[in-house]
């Protein structure tokens, strides 16, 4: 019986989650799939052209970036618009960097909450 609960009760914990990711999409759909997936598309544009040792570069990425933040404006999308450069860049040998994501979009839709 004691085996049984563990199993139930992630299995419920599963169900949590699902339900969690599918109110994040909807939240999401505020702005059309074209719209998130430019915004991703010009967030790996702007680390293409990122050197982490060079400010020039940083602040570039950062004038390119942060308005996108601004104009999604909502944290779990900017979530969902993050993952999507990160596939994306993965898919182009681009590394989109998390830590300057952080940076970029500080106080912006609740990001770093």
């Known amino acids: 019986m004691g085996l049984f609960n563990f199993f139930k009760k992630s299995s419920n914990q599963h169900e949590e989650e699902l339900r969690n ?4 999409q909807v939240k999401a759909t505020k702005l059309s799939k074209s719209e998130l997936e430019a915004f991703a598309k010009e967030i790996v544009r702007a680390f293409s052209n990122y050197n982490g040792n060079d400010m020039d570069s940083f602040d570039k990425a950062e004038e390119i970036i ?9 944290y779990d999308t900017q979530l969902l618009v993050l993952d999507r450069a990160i596939a994306l860049g993965e898919q182009k040998g681009v590394e989109v960097h998390t830590r300057e994501m952080e940076h970029f979009w500080d106080g912006i839709g609740g990001w770093m909450k």
Do not use: F, T
């Not at 990711?21 to 994040?24: A, C, F, G, I, S």
């Open 66 to 74: 942060r308005p996108i933040g601004e104009a999604i404006n909502d």
């Open 21 to 24: 990711e599918r109110k994040l």
